[in-house]
Structure formats: structure tokens, C-alpha cells
DNA sequence: GTTTAAGCGAGACGGTACGTCCTGTCTTAAC
DNA sequence: GTTAAGACAGGACGTACCGTCTCGCTTAAAC
């Protein structure tokens, strides 16, 4: 008598799993994320919904499933130098937001997650934390190399950082993103490697 | 002498015009984008749905009228420097994206234009381009304090400006927006104030 | 100054009055009651909506004045026999209820009438009547001439004229009813003219 | 050896079948067809719209389905002679068309049959064409047992008796419909056991 | 080798919202 | 005060999608 839930029958298809996946993902690239449905998908895939719905709870579990993995950071090179690393940062952050399925998605998926209190805190704890390493340890590595005496908030560099590349593919749309990495990680080092932040001009600023 | 097609019968009525969207901030406000529909629209509005596809050829239009134009910045104070003209701007920009209505709206409404070529370029053309103008009145006001010397790239600035604001709202979801403001306004002010930005180190680094 | 209802302003305009009910009989031939609509009506005749309710109530009422009086029948022609007085009113029904507008009209209109208690009363009291008087004049004229001894119940010989009429029509939708109407013609002046009606083996049939 | 497509997934629920149809009598017994709505009938069978659209096309198809079957006329019985025999068709056609859902129902379903060219085309197979064989079998009857010497044309042997019968309920709205359908009965076997129908005055009136 | 329990493709199910259409009323400016 | 034009509230239509549920079958592990 096994201890744990016994798991009788058929076990699942693996093969299954990665055709939802990759279905969901032919999908997107096609028609969006506004457009996408679950029909459409199981029909890609040459599965029946039940065998998504028991995998992934809703549309939007399966979406992001599908995609949120394919989006998260490789562990940010070690270039010798903090501008460096910023814009590989930053380049590895648009090339998982500027590929041509985010490009569908991530607006779609980014409101289905603020919407749904599950699908923040799994975004959260996955994708946003996996972004806040990564800034973590770039600033970790200025300051070892003296390049930064006292580190940023680390949610202010990741806002500073995600937030223009986010801004730039999906609200301003200007072009040539390779050209607006490397200006942005350049006035980044600026921002973070330059006089200090609290002026008193400011201080004064916010009494009004 | 009339120059126009004169527009026989019965005119449209502006108050069912100011209900529809009034209505429509409501149940934004209290339901959030994902779970509005017209016809909670129209029975807030006291008004049928054809008067709403009168007005608005799809949903999407007509959540776009209703929020968008109530999202456009104000014209931006000068406050004497270019570091607090910068922190007004974001405190106007946290505004405008911050407020109970945006915070529910914004992520879906991006996602709709997102999806829609004509809901595109009206945003661009109306949203984007109000901040853009906002973005350069400021930068232009700088220079001529001399304060900049040459003016940074608009859209590098605006990108930089809003990005991290967005970012922080509906991304990293950080607490006090106020400190966050005042934080991101300084350390934009070092880096547009700052050293040049095509350091030879990125130059070398393009070329891996 | 007039002793009646006072009738200040601009009187009607008989034109409207009657091109309406000429656009509802046009409409009616080609689209059929079913997909008559009040626009298409105004829209045809030149005529705002507003100008047709002030004259009709419903929309059945404006169908039922622009139909029901070009289906009444003619006084019944007296052709000196029993027989061809029959045959002519049947020729009568069939030319009211079998042109072109009165096939796609009548079973609609009927229906209608037939949901709508005032509709019923009017109908009744004007197209019904008049049925009935026309045939009573038949029947009257047969006893007179001594072809009939005691007259028929008007109702039962309405029945028996009208509906075959009808279910030929609008039913078997047979063909050729000008040798149907002869052929009803001659059995009804058997049935009206032949042995007495309550035989004994109907009285038995009644108590099983 | 399966000879047809063999309809894989789950199958249609024969119990929903049956909600709907008994459904949409009940609320025709209760509004008339008239003010019938697809969704009153969805809400009453407990049913989704989709399920009643996955088998009727249209709403009037629903109706002609839950009605057009109730309405068939039995085997005519034998009663050893025509006049009993017609007496007991005709009663069985009061039946049919003049129980209470009948009555709200027949004239709007007639309507929409004559505006459908294919719904006309499945009344006549099914329900007239039930009809017609009832007729004939009765007027067969009467041949064998010689009452009738050449049988009458059994089109307008069922004009004449669904006719009267049908003018009698929806156009004349008279009184006692048993003592019109024995009245009825007794002058139909006049009109069909009587003299030849052919008169020469009607071949006369004719040439007019 | 069974047995057996779960997985599988297919597709029907209840529910909800969409965007269209029509009715009968109301509002405008013109006459 | 009527006219043509057309906006108005209300409500039904038929479509589409979601997430659940059967159906008859396959399939691997347990016996």
C-alpha cells in the first residue's frame, strides 16, 4: 500500500504535453493572442481539449505555460565591465519580449495575469523573479569589480531596465531595437554610475 | 452656404454620447476590463446597444473612447530644472496609469490595441503622440537652460520616462510609486546630465 | 370656428396616406410578410416611420389596411342558377385570395390577426362580414328560386367555400384552380341541394 | 463493415432532444407562437442555445419539429360506411388542429412554412402527405365497398375536408365545432355521393 | 495473461457575450 | 402640425467560445 496518491491506469503522453505547447505557440504566432482559442489549439495539436483542460486549468494557464518558459532570462554573462553586461542584459531581455511570438503575446498574456490573482503570483514567482536575479546579479558584480559603491534598489534598475524595453516594442513601436539596447544600456550606466540620486532639488520638489 | 453632406433627421444626442462612456469608466471601475460588457454598458447607461454601435464599431472602440482621452497628459509645468520638470512629468505619467480606473483598464486596453491595426494608430497618433510632445517640451526647455547640450533622442527618453513607470505598476508591482517617482526622476536626470553615451566598450561589444 | 376636434395645422397628406399602402403592397410582392419591414415600407413610399404610425398603430395594421380591402369580395353577381352563382363566388374568393401579393400575404397576415384580439375583432367585423354577406345573398337567391328548400347554416357553407379555397392555396398548394373551382362548384351544389344532413347513422356515430 | 461515417465523440443526449421539443410546446401553449423566444425555450428545457441550434437551424424549424409530428393524423378508422368514416376523419382532424397548443400554434407555423421554401417542401412530405393518405384510404374504402362508383379526385377531397375544418377554427371562429363536424361529414357525402359534378351550366358559365 | 484505471480524440453540453436587426417612440429642422 | 430623416430604448436572433462532460477506444502498469 503505497503511501502517496497511486496513480493507477494510463499514464499521461509526454508527447501530448509538448504538442499543447508547441500547438499553442504555432498558434499565437499566427493569429495572436487575441484571437487564439482553445479549439484552435487542440485542433493543431491533434488533441482533444480534455486532454489540455487536464493539464492546464484555463486558456490563460496554458498560454502562459506555453510561453512564459520560452521568456525567461539565461543567466546574464559575465563581460568584465557593468555597461557590458547591462546591455547584454538588456539584450537578452529583448530578444524574449521582441521575437515574433511575444510580439502576439505578451500584451494579451500580461492582461490576463493582472487579472487573475493566481497568475500574478505565479508570474511573480517565476518569470519576474527570474528577471530580478538576473538584475541582481549584475549589480552584485559592479559592485565586486567598485564600479558601484552603493547598489541601486534592485526594483528600481528592474523597472529602469524591463520597463523601456517594453515601452519601446509595444507602446512607442520604434524601430531598429538593436540600435535602442545599446543607447539605452549606455544611459542606464549613466543613471546608476553617476551622481547621487537624492538632490535636494527634488526634496523639495515633492513638498509642494 | 453649406459645404458638407448637411445631416438630415434627428440629431445625436451628446448626453447618450457622455452616459456610454461615463458608464463605461464605471463598470471598468468596478469590474475591471476582463469582465466588461456592452450590455452592462448599456444598462448602466440607461440606453439601448444600439446607440452604442452607433458610436463605437466594436467593444474595444469603445473602451478606447472612454479612457484614452482621460489618460492624456497635461501640458508640463516648468518648475525651473530639468530634474524636477522630469519628476513632474512622472508624477504626471503615475497619474494618469496609476489611478483605480487605468490600474484595471491599462494592461487590457494595451493588449486590444495591441491586436488592432486602426485601434493602433489611433493610438499612436493621439495617446503616444500627446506624450511625445509632452517628452520633448521638456527636453527643449532643458537645452535652452542649458542644462543639456545636445538633446537625447525623444522617443530614447519617452521610452525611458514611461517604460519604468509601467513597469513598476503593472509588472514588478512595487509599492509607494511616490519614493519610486522620485527615485526614477534623479536617476534620469544623471543620465541625460551625464557622460556620453556611445562609451567605446558597447561599440565592441555590438561586434560579439 | 368649427364645432369639432379643431384641427389646426397642416392636414395630411392624402398622397402619404396612399403611397404607403401602395410601398406595403409593393414590398409584400417581393419580399413576402415575412420579411416585410417598416424601414423597407418608408423607405420605398418616401415616407419617414413617423408618418406611417400616425396612420397605423402596428405594423400589422398597416398590412392589414393596405391588403384586407383589396381582398374584399364584390357583391355576388346573380347568374340565375344556384350552380354558377357557387362558381362565381368561389371564382370571386380565389381571385382575392390567389393574386400574386394576396399568396405571400394571407397566411402571415392570418397569423397575425390571429395573435391579436383587436386585430381578430376588426377582421371579423369587416373582411369576415362581408364573406358571410355574400354568401348569405347566394343562398338567399337559391331559396328564392326554390332550388334550396330550407337554407343551409351561412356559417357551414362559408366554411365549406372558403376553406377548400384556402387549403388549396395555402396547403395542397395544388395546381390549375380554375377547374378546382369548378369542380368545388359542382360537389358543393350536391352537397347543399342533396339529401337531408343529419342521417341516422351520424346520430349513432356521435354516441360511440 | 461500418457502411457510414461513424460518428466519433460523444453523441448527441436523445433526453435533450426531447426537453427541447417539449420545451417549445410548452411555451407555445403558454405565449402563442407569436411572442415564442428561442431563449424561453433554451431557459425552460434547461438547455443551452447552442444544443437547440445543433439541431434545428432556424427557430421556425424547431417549432415545425415540436409541432408538425403532434399533428398527424391517425390510421383512419374503419367504420363500415363513408359517411362514419369521413365523420371520424374530420373528427381526428378537429384533433389535430384544434387542441389548445394547436390552436396558438397552426396559424404562425403556417405562415413560416409558406415564407420557407424548405420547410414548405418537408410539410407536404410529412404532414399533408399523411393527410392525403388518410384521405385516400377512406375514399378507397368506399369504392370497395361500393358507395362510390369512380372515386373522386383526392386532392380536393382533402381540400374539402381539412378546408372547412380549418376556416371553421382560425378564419370563422365558430361555435361547437362537433355539430360543424357532423354537419360537415353529412354534406360531404352528399357532395361526393351525389349527381355528376360535371353540369353543363358550369361548363357554360366557364366561356363568360 | 488478464484485469483495471486512467488517458485519449471527438464532440455535445450549459452558459455567456457578441454584434446585428427590427419595432414603435421621439426629436430635429423645414415647410 | 405634418413632413423626411434618423436616433432612441428595448429585446430577440443566431454565432462563437469557454470549461465540463460523455462516448468508445487505447495503453501501460498491477495483479
Same mark, same amino acid.
Given at each position: 500500500?503505497? #503511501?502517496?496518491?497511486?496513480?493507477?491506469?494510463?499514464?499521461?503522453?509526454?508527447?501530448?504535453?509538448?504538442?499543447?505547447?508547441?500547438?499553442?505557440?504555432?498558434?499565437?504566432?499566427?493569429?495572436?493572442?487575441?484571437?487564439?482559442?482553445?479549439?484552435?489549439?487542440?485542433?493543431?495539436?491533434?488533441?482533444?481539449?480534455?486532454?489540455?483542460?487536464?493539464?492546464?486549468?484555463?486558456?490563460?494557464?496554458?498560454?502562459?505555460?506555453?510561453?512564459?518558459?520560452?521568456?525567461?532570462?539565461?543567466?546574464?554573462?559575465?563581460?568584465?565591465?557593468?555597461?557590458?553586461?547591462?546591455?547584454?542584459?538588456?539584450?537578452?531581455?529583448?530578444?524574449?519580449?521582441?521575437?515574433?511570438?511575444?510580439?502576439?503575446?505578451?500584451?494579451?498574456?500580461?492582461?490576463?495575469?493582472?487579472?487573475?490573482?493566481?497568475?500574478?503570483?505565479?508570474?511573480?514567482?517565476?518569470?519576474?523573479?527570474?528577471?530580478?536575479?538576473?538584475?541582481?546579479?549584475?549589480?552584485?558584480? #559592479?559592485?565586486?569589480?567598485?564600479?558601484?559603491?552603493?547598489?541601486?534598489?534592485?526594483?528600481?534598475?528592474?523597472?529602469?531596465?524591463?520597463?523601456?524595453?517594453?515601452?519601446?516594442?509595444?507602446?512607442?513601436?520604434?524601430?531598429?531595437?538593436?540600435?535602442?539596447?545599446?543607447?539605452?544600456?549606455?544611459?542606464?550606466?549613466?543613471?546608476?554610475?553617476?551622481?547621487?540620486?537624492?538632490?535636494?532639488?527634488?526634496?523639495?520638489?515633492?513638498?509642494?
Amino acid at each position: 500500500m503505497s #503511501a502517496e496518491g497511486q496513480r493507477a491506469g494510463r499514464p499521461r503522453d509526454s508527447r501530448v504535453d509538448a504538442s499543447i505547447l508547441a500547438a499553442t505557440r504555432e498558434v499565437l504566432a499566427e493569429t495572436g493572442y487575441a484571437r487564439l482559442t482553445v479549439d484552435a489549439v487542440a485542433a493543431r495539436a491533434g488533441v482533444g481539449k480534455a486532454a489540455i483542460y487536464r493539464r492546464h486549468a484555463t486558456k490563460q494557464e496554458m498560454v502562459f505555460a506555453a510561453t512564459v518558459h520560452t521568456m525567461e532570462l539565461p543567466a546574464p554573462a559575465d563581460t568584465g565591465a557593468f555597461i557590458t553586461d547591462l546591455a547584454a542584459l538588456i539584450d537578452d531581455v529583448l530578444a524574449t519580449l521582441g521575437n515574433p511570438v511575444a510580439l502576439v503575446t505578451v500584451p494579451g498574456l500580461l492582461a490576463e495575469i493582472t487579472s487573475d490573482a493566481d497568475l500574478t503570483v505565479r508570474f511573480q514567482q517565476t518569470f519576474m523573479e527570474r528577471q530580478r536575479e538576473c538584475v541582481r546579479a549584475v549589480l552584485d558584480r #559592479a559592485v565586486q569589480r567598485g564600479e558601484l559603491d552603493e547598489p541601486p534598489q534592485t526594483d528600481l534598475v528592474h523597472a529602469m531596465l524591463v520597463g523601456p524595453v517594453f515601452a519601446w516594442l509595444f507602446m512607442i513601436r520604434g524601430q531598429s531595437p538593436e540600435v535602442f539596447a545599446r543607447d539605452l544600456a549606455a544611459r542606464l550606466t549613466s543613471a546608476f554610475t553617476g551622481p547621487s540620486p537624492s538632490s535636494p532639488a527634488l526634496v523639495h520638489l515633492k513638498s509642494r
